[in-house]
């Protein structure tokens, strides 16, 4: 199954000028769709009013085929004919003929229809397509399956960037695991000087003799700091356990976007977690290029479905 962005656009009319019996050439439908990332899915429709009774079956079938994403669907109803405005009926003219009567036998003062305004008023009174309704969610069958493929060739894109990610930080995990067994020979130095200092210090001469309860709570005290100072090879094995769920639902797809948005945060959480344990430069210079390459992913994954 593809990965999806959140973004996308696509547009289509709907065939040629829909032919009327007695009108000619018919208007023509058109419709575009675009989106944005959004946390859920919001459908806004711009439509003419001719158009506006088919929206709820329009959204029940975007809403069938989208989950997320801030989509705006515009449609619209546009008169096409290759000879230009076409020539009034008679029976048209008749019937403007009599309301201009009308009017006038009221009101003597107003203006006579001008030609412009009777082509303006013919071509408003153009006949729309027969089954309207049906036009419309057939125009909006292609559209959205354009609109879908638009999606999933951005969902591509960002998936490729992200495995791309994913072998960085992965590079950098494979740096920092030789560094451990000298991060952990540094600390247990420090925990023997600290130790050595602690009897120095219960026997100097003149000082009292330190009891062996006392001294058993200053050797776990430094025990537990010596622990808790070295133990960063459990965040190593995190992340790596975070990339390769990250790369299984990549591999998955469909809607991935609110998990891989839980599992970046959780990478963040142990490289700076890393970094804030690492006593070299080397470790912390590692922590920071996680950093940088996690939120490159953060900023990417808030694009997907």
Known sequence: MAVYSMTGYATAQFGGPVQDAGHGPGPALGMEIRSVNSRFLDLTFKMSDELRGTEPALRELLGARLKRGKVEIRAWIEGRTEAGARAPLPAELQHLVNLQDSILAWHPKAAPLSVSDILHLTARQQALPSGLHDHLLELAQTVLAAFIEARAREGKRLTDMLLDRLR?????????????????????????????????????????????DAVQE???????????????????????????????????GGEVGKRLDFLIQELHREANTLGSKSSSLELTRISVDMKVLIEQMREQVQNLE
């Open 218 to 252: 200053r050797a776990l005290s430094e025990a537990t700091a010596f622990a808790i100072r070295i133990d960063v090879a459990e965040e190593l094995t995190r992340l790596a356990s975070h990339l390769e769920e990250i790369e299984r639902l990549l591999g998955k």
């Open 168 to 212: 960085q930080l992965r590079a950098l995990a494979q740096e920092a695991q030789p560094l451990i067994p000298e991060l952990v020979a540094q600390q247990r130095q420090r925990f023997i000087d600290r130790w050595n200092e602690a009897l120095g210090a219960g026997q100097g001469a003149g000082a009292p003799a330190l009891s062996a």
